[in-house]
Structures are given as structure tokens and as C-alpha cells.
């Protein structure tokens, strides 16, 4: 068996500073942390999709690795659009398997599982892209892992959301991604964050699946006049978990202390 937990959009803000000026978005990361150390099966690897910190400021950075210095579990991290390549390269500078120039791609092994992921950052702007030589690296890992089930991982979901004032920021040209993606049978399912929601579609044959963010909830508007909003919504994880030689099976599970167990189901 193979688990794989997904967190994402921290928006980690330097010590003291609050989200927006509003939220506590570092002790809401502390909070799912602790869900994350006590969640059973035990996650071989936990993967935070991007918006690690919300300027993606030194200051950030540290109170980052402060923070994920009580996670128990191995994790790898990956940048979105409110982050530094740079700042956040020299903040993990240790992990080798953070590339030393370029954009922020890299592969390893999870288990039975080849997890690749994907930067698609545009240093200086908020929407997403993937460029020729991006896809050509993708197409290669790949290529180099038919023998085994592949996950992507990235920012920005490569499809559009319905909600107006997300798609402004989404990642452009999302059908170059699905040609390469469809000569490539053996990817698993992609998944992502930057959208504060749950989400579920496909690309091609491959399902994707967003996760929502540790903090706030961006607002269900599909209305095409719709004004962007969040709620405090409850912060949730996503758990990915492949038993038997199977697909994946995701689980969406929420952040916090519920009343229970209750005994039935």
C-alpha cells in the first residue's frame, strides 16, 4: 500500500502577521499539521501544492520551516503563484531534490508510485503555464516510468473551474498538457491546489483533483458577474491511497475536532 496526503494554499504569512490582515493562516497550517502527525494509514510522503507563503518573503519562508518542522511524515513542497522560486529554493536548500536553477520540476518515488511534479509558476503574475520545454521534460519522466502508476502534481488545475474570478488565473493552454498526458496511460491522476476548493474532473481519461486549502475557502460563484469572495469554510486534506496494484482511491477529509465517533456508519 502506498499513501500519498496532499495539503495546500498555507499562505504562510511572517510570525505575528495575519492573512489578508483577517485569518490566522499559520496557527490553521499548525492545526493541520497535528491532523496530518495523528491520521492512520501513516502517509508515506505529504505533498504541499503550492501558495506555501503568501509573498513568498524570507520572513515567510522561515516561519514555513518552523511550522513544518513538527510535521512526523517525509514531505516534498512545490511552488504556486504566491511564491518565490528563488526565496523558497534557498529556504530548502538541504533537499535535493529541489532543482538548482529553472523552474521548480522534479520526480521520485513513493512507494509503488512515481510522483512527478510539475512548477506552474509565472514568476511575477498569478495565472499558470507550462512551456514546450516544460512539457518536453514531463514527456520524458514519463516515458521513464511506464513500468508503474505515475501521479502529477502541480499548482495550478489544468482545467476551467465555472467560477469567473478563478479562471482570470488558471493555467493557460491546458490542452498541450493533455497531449502529452494522453500518450502516457499509466498516470494515475493529477492533482492540485490554487483553487481553495475541492474539485473533481478529468483530462482526457486521467481524473484531477483539487485540494482546498488549509485557510480559507474560495466562495462557489458561478455566475458570470459573480464578485470574488472566501468563507471560513472548514480546511481540509486530501489522502491518496493505492492498495492492491488498484487505482487510487482520494479521500477529502476536514481539518479540526468533530463530535464522535459515533457508533454506527
Known amino acids: 500500500m502506498t499513501v500519498v496526503a496532499q495539503i495546500s494554499d498555507l499562505h504562510v504569512r511572517p510570525e505575528g502577521e495575519l492573512y489578508q490582515g483577517l485569518v490566522d ?28 507563503t503568501d509573498e513568498g518573503t524570507p520572513a515567510e519562508y522561515a516561519m514555513l520551516k518552523s511550522l513544518l518542522a513538527t510535521l512526523t511524515h517525509p514531505y516534498i513542497v512545490l511552488p504556486g503563484n504566491h511564491d518565490d522560486r528563488d526565496a523558497l529554493r534557498d529556504a530548502f536548500a538541504g533537499h535535493t531534490w529541489l532543482p538548482r536553477s529553472g523552474p521548480l ?20 503574475d498569478h ?9 518536453a521534460w514531463l514527456d520524458r519522466e514519463l516515458a521513464a516510468c511506464r513500468d508503474r502508476r505515475a501521479m502529477i502534481a502541480m499548482h495550478h488545475p489544468p482545467f476551467d473551474t465555472g467560477i469567473p474570478y478563478l479562471d482570470l488565473y488558471g493555467l493557460r493552454q491546458p490542452e498541450a498538457l493533455a497531449d502529452v498526458i494522453a500518450a502516457h496511460p499509466h498516470v494515475d491522476r493529477i492533482v492540485a491546489g490554487h483553487v481553495h476548493r475541492s474539485m473533481q474532473t478529468r ?9 482546498p486549502s488549509t485557510t480559507t475557502q474560495i466562495a462557489l460563484r458561478v455566475d458570470a458577474d459573480a464578485s470574488p469572495a472566501s468563507y471560513m469554510e472548514p480546511p481540509a486534506f486530501m489522502l491518496h491511497r493505492w492498495a492492491d496494484g488498484k487505482p487510487a482511491v482520494s479521500h ?7 463530535d464522535g465517533p459515533l457508533p454506527f456508519a
Open 25 to 52: 493562516s499559520n496557527a490553521m497550517f499548525a492545526r493541520a499539521i497535528e491532523t496530518l502527525n495523528d491520521v492512520r494509514p501513516v502517509p508515506d510522503l505529504v505533498i504541499v501544492s503550492g501558495d506555501l
Open 105 to 124: 520540476h522534479f520526480a521520485c518515488d513513493v512507494g509503488a508510485i512515481r510522483l512527478i511534479a510539475l512548477d506552474t509558476s509565472v514568476p511575477g
Open 127 to 135: 495565472h499558470g503555464e507550462l512551456g514546450v520545454d516544460q512539457l
Open 203 to 211: 483530462l482526457g481519461n486521467t481524473p484531477v483533483i483539487t485540494c
Open 252 to 258: 477529502l477529509s476536514y481539518i479540526g475536532r468533530f
